[in-house]
C-alpha cells in the first residue's frame, strides 16, 4: 500500500502598492437664510458615497462629500457672529474623477481617504472648495498550490517536510449603517439657541465572532459646538459639550458582516465616519444622526505541512514536484499607541482661552519594516478654533488656528511598533483606526493632543519553494519484459502518467529517451522507449 494525501492552499500575493492623490475642486453657495459671510473659520468633511470601476487601466471614481463649514458673518444686532453651514449628499460636493494604474496582471483594490478640505470665499456668499483625497491602491494575484501533505504506506518511507502558515481570503467587503440619538444639555449647560457644528468619533472599537457573522462594535463620541441662550432669550456666545466614553455620554454602534465561517477567522478592519447630521427642536436637546462605514478583511489562518522530499528503503520513489510561490504569514499582531503632541500657537495668532473645537483630518500613514519592527510614520492638518483672551471688547473674539496649510507645519508622528521576527523585504498589510483624541490647552499659547490609535497588521513573507505533488514507490517485477517496448505519445499524456502505466520512473524514461528532464514537454506521436528497469545511475 502506498496512499497520497493531498493538500491546496489558496493566498494572495500583493505585487504591488502605491498611493496617489485626486484633487477635487467646485463652489458652493450659502443659505438663503443665513448672513453673509466675513471670513472662513473651520471647514471639515466627510466622504459619504465612493463607487470606483477600472476599465482600461484607469481607476474612475465618482462620489459625494458632505462639507462642514464654520464661519464669522457679517456683523447681526444681537447676534453672535459665528454660524455653521452644512452642505450634504447631492447638495453638497459632488466629484468625478480618474487615475492611471500602472501595467500589471492582477486584480486591484483601493481605499480613499479624505486627506485636506479648504475653503475660500469668493465674494461674501460664494465659496470656492478644494478637497484632496488619497488613494490607495492595491494590485495581487490570487494564488493556488497544491501539495502532497501525506503518506500513507506499509513500506518504510522517510519524509522531509515545510510546516507553513498561510493566510487564505474568505471576504474582503465595505458594510456602512445609520445611527441616531438624542443627546440631553445638562446643568451646568447653557441652553441651545443655534447649532455651529458637530464632530463624531469612533472609540473603543472591536471585532467579535458570533453564528454566521462577524460584529464590529464600540462608541460614538460626539463633540458639539453650539450657540448659548441666555436666561433673557439673547444669544450668548459660543459654549461646547462633549458625550464621550469617558463621562458616560457615548453611545453604542455596532456593524455587521454576515458571512458563513468554515473556522474563526483573522478580522482586519478600517472604520470611516461617512456623514454627521446634527439638528435640535429644543434647547436643551440635540439630535444626532451618523453614518459609519467599515472596510472589512477577512482570513483563515492555518498552518499547512507540504512534503519536499520522499526516499523508501526498498525500491524506487518516483516524484512529481511543482516550483511554486507560497505567501507565508510571519506575524500578525494588534497594537495600540499613543501620538502626543504639543502645538504652540503661530505668532500672529491671539492667546487661547478656551478650546472650542479641533478638526483633525484622517492621517495620511506611511509604513515600512525593519529588523523586529514596523515603523509607522504620519501626518494630518489640524485646525483649532477657539475663544481668545478679551482685550476690552464687548464679546470675546472667536478665532482659528491652522497647523499643515499656510506655510505652517502639519502635525507629524513616528513610531515603532516591535514585530518579532519581521525584516526589511517583507510585506505588510496595516489597517488603521483611531480610538480616541483629546485636546486641552498647555498654557495660552500652547496645545496638547493626545490621539490613541489601534493598529491590525498581518505581516507576510513570498517564498519560492519545489514542492512534491506526487509520489509512486516503483517496485522490482517479476514479470518478464519484452527486450524493446514502445509507447506512442497521446494527447494529454504526461510523463508522470505514462511511468505509472508502465512501473517505472519519470528519471528512467527521460534517461532512456534522452530527454533534456522531467518536465520537457511531450509531442503527440512521440515514441518513447519504455525501459526494462526503474533505476537510474
Same mark, same amino acid.
Given at each position: ?334 497594537? !495600540?499607541? @499613543?501620538?502626543?503632541?504639543? #502645538?504652540? $500657537? /503661530? ?10 473645537? +479641533? =478638526? ?105 519553494? !519545489?514542492? @512534491?505533488?506526487?509520489?509512486? #514507490?516503483? $517496485? /522490482? ?10 509507447? +506512442? =505519445? ?48
Amino acid at each position: 500500500m502506498f496512499t497520497c494525501h493531498y493538500g491546496q492552499a489558496i493566498m494572495e500575493k500583493t505585487i504591488h502598492t502605491t498611493r496617489k492623490t485626486l484633487e477635487v475642486k467646485g463652489q458652493l453657495d450659502l443659505a438663503a437664510d443665513h448672513p453673509g459671510l466675513e471670513a472662513v473659520l473651520t471647514a471639515h468633511g466627510y466622504l459619504r458615497e465612493i463607487k470606483g470601476e477600472i476599465i482600461g487601466g484607469k481607476l474612475f471614481l465618482s462620489g459625494t462629500a458632505d462639507l462642514h463649514l464654520v464661519y464669522r458673518a457679517q456683523e447681526q444686532l444681537d447676534r453672535v457672529p459665528v454660524y455653521g453651514m452644512v452642505w450634504k449628499g447631492l447638495d453638497g460636493v459632488v466629484f468625478n474623477g480618474e487615475l492611471g494604474l500602472p501595467d500589471l496582471e492582477g486584480y486591484w483594490d483601493w481605499q480613499v481617504r479624505l486627506l485636506k478640505t479648504k475653503l475660500q470665499p469668493e465674494g461674501d456668499r460664494t465659496l470656492n472648495y478644494l478637497m484632496e483625497l488619497e488613494v490607495q491602491l492595491r494590485a495581487y494575484e490570487p494564488v493556488t498550490v497544491g501539495y502532497l501533505d501525506r503518506i500513507e504506506t506499509e513500506v518504510p518511507i522517510k519524509t522531509e517536510e515545510e510546516h507553513l502558515l498561510v493566510a487564505e481570503p474568505l471576504l474582503q467587503t465595505y458594510v456602512k449603517r445609520e445611527f441616531n440619538n438624542t443627546f440631553a444639555l445638562t446643568y451646568p449647560k447653557m441652553p441651545l439657541s443655534r447649532l455651529i457644528s458637530c464632530q463624531v468619533f469612533p472609540v473603543e472599537a472591536t471585532a467579535s465572532l458570533a453564528k454566521d457573522r462577524v460584529n464590529i462594535e464600540g462608541k460614538l463620541e460626539v463633540h458639539l459646538v453650539y450657540v448659548a441662550l441666555t436666561e433673557d432669550g439673547q444669544e450668548g456666545g459660543l459654549a461646547t459639550q462633549k458625550w464621550t466614553a469617558e463621562n458616560g455620554g457615548a453611545f453604542p454602534f455596532q456593524l455587521t458582516v454576515e458571512a458563513p465561517m468554515p473556522q474563526e477567522p483573522s478580522i482586519y478592519y478600517a472604520l470611516r465616519v461617512e456623514s454627521v447630521e446634527c439638528s435640535s427642536t429644543h434647547p436643551e436637546s440635540c439630535r444626532v444622526q451618523v453614518q459609519l462605514g467599515a472596510a472589512v478583511c477577512l482570513t483563515k489562518t492555518r498552518q499547512t505541512t507540504a512534503i519536499v522530499e520522499v526516499s523508501a528503503e526498498q525500491g524506487i520513489v518516483d516524484q512529481r514536484r511543482e516550483a511554486s510561490s507560497w505567501v507565508e504569514v510571519v506575524e500578525e499582531a494588534e497594537r !495600540s499607541f @499613543v501620538v502626543e503632541k504639543l #502645538l504652540t $500657537l /503661530p505668532d500672529q495668532s491671539a492667546s487661547l482661552k478656551q478650546i472650542l473645537q +479641533v =478638526v483633525v483630518a484622517d492621517p495620511q500613514v506611511q509604513w515600512e519594516l525593519d529588523q523586529d519592527q514596523l515603523i509607522l510614520t504620519g501626518e494630518t492638518p489640524v485646525t483649532l478654533l477657539y475663544q481668545a483672551e478679551s482685550s476690552g471688547e464687548e464679546r470675546e473674539a472667536i478665532m482659528t488656528a491652522n497647523w499643515g496649510q499656510g506655510g505652517t507645519a502639519a502635525l507629524t508622528f513616528g513610531v515603532a511598533l516591535d514585530l518579532p521576527g519581521v525584516e526589511a523585504g517583507m510585506q505588510a498589510r496595516v489597517f488603521l483606526n483611531p480610538q480616541r483624541f483629546t485636546a486641552e490647552p498647555a498654557d495660552e499659547r500652547t496645545l496638547r493632543l493626545v490621539w490613541e490609535l489601534k493598529a491590525m497588521i498581518m505581516v507576510t513573507q513570498s517564498r519560492a519553494l !519545489s514542492l @512534491v505533488t506526487d509520489s509512486a #514507490l516503483v $517496485l /522490482p517485477t517479476e514479470e518478464p519484459k519484452p527486450s524493446m517496448l514502445f509507447y +506512442v =505519445v497521446q494527447p494529454g499524456d504526461t510523463l508522470w502518467g505514462i511511468a505509472r502505466r508502465y512501473n517505472t520512473t519519470m528519471a528512467a524514461l527521460a534517461k532512456q529517451n534522452q530527454l533534456a528532464g522531467t518536465d520537457q514537454e511531450l509531442i503527440i506521436g512521440q515514441k518513447l522507449l519504455i525501459p526494462k528497469e526503474a533505476v537510474v545511475n
